[in-house]
């Protein structure tokens, strides 16, 4: 094919792709150490991705000790952690949150100035701060970040896709390729170091804002020979069925429930007569499943029983929620902390992710992950680990890049490589074909089933792989897209569709249950075959390789010996 010219072509230090709160971590952290960061991103100008619509609760080690939060953690992870990553996380996280005070963010506090901090998920020591006023607290940080990047000299590009990491000849990370959203102008970075902090894989829910959280960072990963981990497990939340709200995570703790259609607080059957819905959103997604399959739906979420006091403390006074509330109070006349509405489980972000050394540095030389770009989370969430991991994350690997990029230097940017990936990214451009949404609704299609994504089976998975080897072999081939913005979204779906056939084949693979995984014809945890991740890597004829890596108990300190899914009973 003919080479197509490249209409800019950027220099930099460090690279860095997307723009929200992980990247700008990541960008800050670049720049103290180098000139030229450069930032891209595919949403509008410091848009701050999905960081922004949260509640902007933080998780940090503040009146406990990092040994004892990581125990909690490898308990809730049912010995399913990265131990020496997490303590890392864990001892830098009250360092990010006083450069959080330091930008302008505040925290709730007591009148003696004590943090206010509510546990997560029954555990002893995780716990997430509450940011003033609530309701702001995702676009407060936004603003602090943008802000912070805009003093140190960041070079910020919005609306522009990235489609491909460019490699050198020794196979090492040289910059990456993309295009403008509207314009349709071809962008060549050249940069010694690239991180890649996109957010998650998803299959665009509801929610606000997830539905920009498609995967690109892993898609991008793959193609360039990356390995993924973490790719069975996914994130699943609760939600109102006809509005969207921030903020389960605090209200539960605080006296909310959940009930049936007979009004009975079934996660006290499941989970404990205590405790009720008190516990991860998976685990209640997983209760709500097996409710609906005995014919007691639907499911209502209950804030009647929490008290006035905490009810105040979780009343949304800004933003968005605010928004949602007013119009719930006012205009349909509903007493949200006075009575049940009825909610229902959401997929929220595929978990798999870019595999990484403790440096967030790839099998890729040069080539850095952060935050959910990088396979952390075995499909469980504490509410507020979050905005601490994409802190944390993104801090250390946009210094990580930034001292790889002093010490290699500029290396050679092979630019006819560059011209010719992205010729064929815009190949799609104006052909007759299939559009990018028929691809997404199969996708959607394929893992939203209960028994696909909450109660698995290898019959329901097996169904499910027959129709993502059909949606590679007949409809991805055939995508096309009419406008720039449109091929843009063919990517999301292609993004995708990995994401599925990843998830599909790990599910698959790990016969047993644990953490977000429920097998049911497995659903035992099996340690002595299953105590490890499953890696994922392109082959050689394009399909994924997957196999085992077992958790490095002889290097850890923790040896698993309690583990969160034992506290649940669920039918057999």
């Not at 506090?109 to 002893?124: H, M, S, T, V, Y």
Request: proline share 5%; with cysteine; hydrophobic share 40%.
């Amino acid at each position: 094919m003919k080479t197509l010219k490249i209409d800019h072509h950027i220099k930099a230090d460090v690279l860095i792709i997307g723009g929200g709160f992980s990247g700008l971590w990541a960008a800050i952290s670049a720049r103290e150490h180098v000139e030229n960061v450069v930032l891209v991103d595919k949403g509008p100008a410091d848009w701050g991705g999905l960081g922004t619509s949260s509640g902007g609760d933080f998780q940090c080690v503040q009146d406990t000790t990092v040994e004892a939060a990581l125990d909690d953690v490898v308990y809730y992870h049912d010995g399913l952690c990265d131990q020496e990553l997490v303590e890392n996380i864990l001892t830098q996280s009250y360092q990010r949150f006083e450069h959080y005070e330091r930008l302008g963010v505040r925290f709730e506090r007591d009148e003696n100035g004590k943090l206010k901090a509510i546990p997560q998920r029954n555990l002893k020591h995780m716990k997430m701060l509450l940011i003033r006023p609530y309701g702001i607290g995702g676009p407060s940080m936004r603003d602090a970040l943008v802000s912070e990047a805009n003093r140190l000299g960041v070079r910020r590009l919005s609306r522009i896709s990235i489609s491909d990491i460019i490699l050198d000849d020794l196979g090492e990370a040289a910059g990456a390729v993309g295009f403008h959203t509207q314009s349709g102008e071809t962008f060549a970075f050249e940069a010694p170091s690239v991180v890649i902090a996109t957010g998650a894989g998803g299959w665009k829910p509801s929610y606000i804002y997830m539905s920009n959280s498609t995967g690109e960072g892993a898609y991008l990963g793959y193609k360039a020979g990356v390995e993924l981990s973490h790719n069975e497990f996914m994130n699943i939340w609760i939600t109102p069925v006809v509005f969207a709200w921030e903020g389960q995570t605090g209200l539960l703790p605080l006296g909310a429930r959940l009930v049936n259609g007979e009004n009975e607080d079934f996660m006290k059957k499941y989970y404990s007569a205590t405790l009720g819905a008190n516990t991860d959103t998976t685990y209640n997604s997983r209760g709500m499943a097996f409710e609906a399959r005995a014919g007691r739906a639907p499911i209502y979420f209950d804030t009647s029983t929490m008290t006035r006091e905490n009810a105040k403390l979780m009343e949304p006074v800004r933003g968005w929620a605010k928004i949602n509330y007013d119009r719930l109070t006012n205009e349909e006349g509903m007493d949200f902390f006075g009575g049940k509405t009825q909610w229902m489980p959401q997929i929220m972000w595929h978990c798999g992710g870019l595999a990484t050394d403790l440096d967030y540095e790839t099998n890729i030389p040069g080539l850095f992950a952060a935050c959910r770009s990088r396979g952390l989370d075995p499909g469980v969430y504490m509410g507020g680990w979050a905005l601490c991991t994409t802190a944390v994350t993104g801090y250390i690997a946009g210094g990580n890049a930034a001292q790889r990029a002093l010490e290699k230097g500029w290396a050679h940017f092979p630019l006819s490589k560059a011209a010719d990936a992205i010729g064929q990214a815009l190949a799609p451009l104006g052909r007759t074909g299939i559009p990018p949404k028929d691809l997404v609704r199969e996708t959607q299609e394929i893992v939203y089933p209960a028994d696909v994504c909450l109660i698995k089976s290898d019959a329901s998975l097996n169904r499910a792989l027959r129709r993502v080897e059909y949606a590679k072999e007949a409809i991805a081939p055939r995508l096309a897209a009419k406008d720039p913005r449109d091929l843009a979204k063919l990517y999301e779906a292609k993004s995708m569709l990995q994401a599925a056939e990843l998830f599909v084949r790990s599910s698959l693979m790990r016969t047993e249950t644990r953490a977000g995984h429920y097998r049911e014809d497995y659903p035992d945890r099996n340690n002595e075959e299953w105590l490890g991740w499953i890696y994922a890597k392109k082959g050689a004829d394009g399909a994924p390789m997957l196999h085992k890596v077992p958790v490095p108990l002889e290097r850890y300190r923790i040896k698993p010996y309690r583990y969160y899914m034992d506290n649940f009973t669920f039918p057999r």
